[in-house]
Each structure stands twice: as C-alpha cells, then as structure tokens.
C-alpha cells in the first residue's frame, strides 16, 4: 500500500514587528461643558468659598449642595509663566441668596455637565 502523503513543514515566519507606540490623539469634539448657554452643576463651596457657602447652606450641609449654572464664557486663567493652560468658566450660578443669579469664576474641572442629579 502507498502511503498517506506526508504534510510539508510550513516555512518558518519573519519576525512580527512591534506593535507602534502610542501616541496622545487629540479629542475631535470639544468639551460640552464649554459651550455658552451650557447647563452646568458644581458644589457650593467651590465657586463661593467655604465662609459664604456655611453662611448660605449651613455649616454641614455647604460641602454637599450641589447648585445649578449657566455657562457664559470660556477662559484661559494661566497665570504669567505657567507652563499649561488652566481653563475656566464664567458661570451664572442661581443660589439661594441670589435667586437672579450672579456671576462666578470657576476651574472648569470642578464643574459637571448637566442637572443636578437626584437624590
């Protein structure tokens, strides 16, 4: 009887390259938290301060309460010889002493996009 033809050995393969560095990609769409007329949140003691937030929403609760703004503009507040960019908000904050709204300065990274949530 013949027998089975046998399989060749495949021929070795090149070396894979390495898989490439990775590098930072820039984000297509900008922050929605930029926009003006973007409905933002943030707490309390950060856009007023620890003394007027405890003056306004109680000396427990200021650190908690959470109050609802309006985006006007957006800002670059680097200071002279800083190295990066430090972007801000002017926002129309509506606490409870300015049921109007006032205006604040706020570091965009202390502030959320959206409602407050509930609860």
Not at 34 to 53: E, I, N, Q, R, Y
Request: aromatic letters at 8%.
């Amino acid at each position: 009887m013949a027998d089975p033809p046998q399989q060749q050995p495949s021929p070795p393969s090149p070396p894979q390259p390495p898989p490439p560095k990775r590098t930072r990609t820039t984000k297509k769409a900008g922050d929605p938290r930029d926009v003006p007329g973007a409905t933002v949140h943030a707490l309390a003691h950060t856009f007023m301060g620890k003394s007027p937030a405890s003056h306004v929403f109680g000396n427990i609760n200021y650190n908690k309460t959470y109050v609802r703004g309006t985006v006007i503009e957006r800002f670059n507040s680097k200071k002279p010889g800083a190295k990066n960019a430090q972007w801000s908000l002017r926002v129309t904050f509506y606490p409870p002493s300015h049921p109007d709204g006032k205006v604040y300065e706020i570091l965009r990274q202390h502030c959320k996009h959206g409602e407050i949530p509930a609860g």
